[in-house]
Each structure stands twice: as structure tokens, then as C-alpha cells.
């Protein structure tokens, strides 16, 4: 296909439509539900690998559209009646379905292109951390849209109706939709089919065929190699099956046109990882550790080390002041799955940060960012919340009640209310015994094998 039949096809097409249809939805999605690189490291402009996540998650739609988009433009001939004259032309079918089908998975293919440009450009104002790991995660989502294009294409010359169009959209919505709920979550292990029903889940393999994939909020993690090369072979079937669809004449030959998305499916299958650990691997480059001194971030957030040098030193000289000997010696950045709701790596050797913890994403000054590295530091998080306890804890060490930054609502406000009655019932206490709550606050807070709250701990008893 030369550069004129391109332009041809172009204009007598859909595809620019779809193309710009496609482009400017997924753009406005992004932007209105993508996060906000300034407060959330995993927003879809904060980091490379954020965005090629995002802009993957984002064809749980796009891809329906670019599917129906393919059908409608399917039914062009038989909307012209024109296949009796088409087919009585010398020239072989597959060079209409290659110049027809080409140029809407060129097109297709560049409105995601767009997507991308939009967003790495976003990325280069709020990271330094640059790496090419995120390109084959784009690139594979760019060939999924093509590939659609065709497929759609091709159903819709096989399947001549103007019901085939909105049928295929909502068929390959509804089914992707099925796929990406019913996929294992980032940290599950389900391999087999007994542990996905038992989960109510669908095997990993089978998940991973959907074109859209969950966006991990795992900034250091990103598809391993495996489900890049099993998605490449199902994406290359589907385009062979939609040309192949194209090029048919007679039922028969649509019948044989199916054998590569099914020969696809099943190798690809064989490629794809049947378990979570196996599809989201550590970026092992933007895990390394840069260290100032005592204080450690990965690489991937270097930039932030020189902001939290100082109140780092400063938290952890007063950690050794009020606990001495058992005082943390570090800070650290977490570079293991956090599941939501199960218990969180914890040290006592170090203070372990997550730049998307509450209490670090509020910090405006370095007062601020010193008391969050207090509270994370005396008191970690079993799970989820800690406000309260986190703000006691290192009021306590600065000899001044105030509550760490969070975001104002009603949970902070409620959290606010208890952490000044559990204030005012330790501190009503003789400094001794001060003392024995705190070390046995942390007890509980490291332990977490019971329901006990180390805010009660802490207050000498339920509030």
C-alpha cells in the first residue's frame, strides 16, 4: 500500500473520523480520571510506566469503538452494491482488503500514538527518571486499536447489516468488561481453574486476552516480557483473521479466516503468565537505591531526595532522642506490593515511605514532611488509616499536639477528634509512663496479629 492509496482511503473512509473520535475521548478521559501528577505518583502523567499503564487501561472502551468503527466501515460495499462488480474486477481481493484494512489501522494506530505523545510530554514536566521499559506496553496497546480496525472490517463485510456495527461493540465491551473484573488482582496468585472459581475470578491467561489491563497503582512495576509476546501473537492473529475475512469470497473461506484467532488464542495462551507475580514484574533499574546519607528513595523518584534529606535526618534525630537504642537508623522507599487492606511491609531498622501515603502527599513544608516521618516512622500502618495514631505519636516526640496533613473531610475530621482525646489522656500521664504507652503502641502497630487499635494502646484503653 503506496502513500496515494493511503490518502485515498483516507478521505473516502471513516477512519479519521473514528481516529479523532477515539483520540479526543480517551484524551478527556485521562485527564478528568487520571490523577493528578502533583499529588499521586501513579497518575498518568507522573511517570512513564503510569502512563503506558493508563493509556492501556483506557481501550476497555476504545477498543469496542475501534471495533464497531471497522464494522461500519465494512459495510461500505454492500451499502454501494457494489461486491458483484468488486468481485468480477481482475484485481485479487486482498489487495482491497489491505488498502482498505491498512488504512484504518493506520490511522487507529495513530490516535493512540496521539494519546501518548499527549502524555509523554506531560510526563517530562513532572519526572527526571527517564527509561524506554513503558514503550512495548503502548505499543502493543497501539496494535490492539489496529487490530480491531481490521477485525471490525472484516465482520462487517462477512455480516452485511447495520445491526452488526452496534452488536460488535457491545459483544467486545461486554466481554472485555468480563475479563478485566473478573482478572486477578495485582498481588493474587490464581493459576488454575479451581482457584479462579473458588475467587471468583478467571484464570490469569485468559484475562490477559483482553486489550485493556488494570492500572496497578504500582509505580515501579510493569508487564514482564511474557505478556508482551503472548499479547503480540494474539494481536497478530486477530489482524490475519480480519484480513483474512476481507479477502473471502465464499463461506467457506470466512470459515477458514476464524483458524488463526483460534490458533492464536491457544499459543498465546501457552505464552501468557498464569499468575499475578509472573505478570507484573519489579522495574529492577527504577527500584535501585539513591541514598543521601541515611536517607534512601529509588530511582525513579531521585527527585525528591534533596527535599527529604533534611527532614529525614531531622525525624530520625528525634526518633533516637525519644527511643534511643531502638530508635530507626534509615528512610527508605517501599519497593514491594502493597495489597489493599493486608498487612504492609513494616522495619524496625527503617522508616518505610510510600510518596502516595496520605500523609506524605499533604506535606507542604518541611515541618510538615518531618511530623509525617515521625508518625510513619513510630507508628506504621498495619493496613489502611493511622491518621490518628501517627499524629499523637509525633506530637508526643515534637511536645506540641498537631495533626498530620491529609485530605479534608469527614474521616479526617473524625480522626482529628480522637487523636485529641487519646492526646489528652497520654499526656495527662507521668512522663514514665508516657514512655511505656509509646513502646507499647509500637508493639502493636509492628505486630498486627490482633484487633487491638494502638491508638487505644496508646490512650490506655478503648475511647
Known sequence: ???????IETRRSLAPWAGLGIAASTVAFLFLLGGDAAEDSSAWTAEWTSMAMWTRGVLFYAWPLA????????????????????????RPAWHRAASLGGTTAVVLASAFAVLVLIGGVQVLAHTEYTHVGWMPVSLVGALFLAAGAVLGIG?????????????????AFMLGQLLLIKSAPLASAVST??????????????ALLAPAIRETGETLFTLSAAVHAGQLVWVIALTTTGFALLAAASRRGRLLALVPAVVGAAVAL????????????????????????????????????????????????????ALGGRAPVGIRERTTIVPYLEVKERS???????????????ARTDEDLTRALLGLGLAPECSFGGLDVQSVASSWVMGEFRMLPSAPGPAAEMAEKTARSAWKRLTALPEAEQRERIDAMRASAFSCEDETDPLDVLAGGPR
Open 270 to 321: 501457552l505464552i501468557l503468565p498464569s499468575t499475578s507475580e509472573e505478570t507484573y514484574v519489579l522495574d529492577k533499574a527504577a527500584a535501585e537505591k539513591v541514598c543521601d546519607g541515611a536517607v534512601c528513595v529509588t530511582a525513579m523518584q531521585r527527585s525528591r531526595l534533596a527535599g527529604l534529606t533534611g527532614p529525614g535526618e531531622k525525624a530520625l534525630g528525634l526518633m533516637k532522642g
Open 193 to 206: 481453574w479451581e482457584e479462579a472459581r473458588g475467587a471468583g475470578l478467571l484464570p490469569g491467561r485468559i
Open 348 to 362: 524496625r531498622e527503617d522508616v518505610l515511605i510510600d510518596f502516595d501515603d496520605e500523609v506524605l502527599r499533604y
Open 67 to 90: 471495533l464497531g468503527a471497522g464494522a461500519l466501515q465494512g459495510l461500505r460495499d454492500s451499502r454501494s452494491k457494489m461486491p458483484e462488480l468488486l468481485s468480477s474486477t481482475p
Open 155 to 171: 465482520i462487517g463485510r462477512s455480516l452485511p447489516s447495520v445491526f452488526t456495527p452496534p452488536m460488535v461493540t457491545m459483544a
Open 1 to 7: 500500500m503506496n502513500g496515494r492509496i493511503l490518502r
